[in-house]
């Protein structure tokens, strides 16, 4: 079900189950595990959870690089741990709770049971988390994908959630869904991948999608974003 890609002590979990090939980032240290976004399926956290298991290592926190809840909604199966996203994203999320969640319910996307878990530690622009061996996890605002997106720093390691997606991956210029409509724009996106263009990071994880050389997928959703904004 998933394909595991390992750049040392970070793991990338990619759902090889459909055509959207989410991905969940694990950052793992000696004294337990940080995880990097959630699955949204039911049957798909648990099988991740269990090979995370394996590890024989707790999980400390859980970070979410926005609030879509492809990326959010996997965070109930992990109640009691620390969940941090930016200001925005909690924000967005509380606002979905309030006017989407049992819709979707409903709808059947979102499972019976299942609930957004809403974050208990936020940020505004920038909040530096210190890491093992004098590493450190760099989180920082950049509206893009949607207005709460943000994108983490580790070592040499650029995680960007959906703000850069894989080339097999359909891409979107924002808003992406309705309740993103009132802050995110187009513009934001394009500036945002050009701003991790100038980062020039050795690796990149991405929300969607298997991973190819930076500068290709960076090059490939330039020039797509350009073409829509122009469409």
């Known amino acids: 079900m998933f394909n595991i890609e390992r750049i040392e002590n970070v793991h990338v979990y990619t759902d090889m189950s459909n055509d959207t090939y989410n991905n969940v980032t694990v950052i793992e240290e000696k004294s337990g595990i940080v995880l990097i976004d959630t699955f949204m399926k039911k049957e798909t956290m648990t099988k991740f ?7 024989n290592k707790p999980i400390k926190s859980v970070i979410l690089s926005h609030w879509h809840i492809d990326h959010s909604l996997g965070a109930f199966f992990l109640k009691g741990k620390d969940v941090y996203s930016s200001r925005e994203c909690k924000s967005h999320l509380e606002d979905f709770v309030d006017q989407h969640q049992d819709r ?8 019976e049971g299942v609930s957004i878990i ?4 936020v940020f505004d622009r920038k909040l ?14 950049l509206p893009g994908h949607s207005f709460d997106s943000i994108i983490l720093s580790y070592k040499d390691i650029l995680i960007v959630g959906d ?9 979107f210029i924002p808003p992406v ?12 996106l394009l500036k945002a991948v050009k701003h991790i263009e100038d980062i020039n990071p050795k690796y990149i994880i991405y929300g969607h999608g298997q991973r190819v050389n930076p500068k290709e ?13 122009k469409s």
Do not use: H
């Open 104 to 111: 979707l319910r409903d709808l059947g996307i979102i499972e």
């Open 118 to 121: 809403l974050p208990n530690i």
């Open 217 to 229: 997928v960076i090059k490939d959703n330039v020039i797509r974003i350009t073409e829509l904004m």
């Open 49 to 55: 959870l269990n090979l995370v298991n394996e590890y």
């Open 177 to 188: 869904i309705p309740p993103d409509a009132k802050k995110s724009k187009s513009e934001d």
């Open 128 to 141: 530096v988390l210190q890491m093992e061996d004098d590493e450190k996890l760099i989180l920082e605002s």
């Open 163 to 171: 703000t850069i997606v894989g080339k097999e991956i359909e891409l």
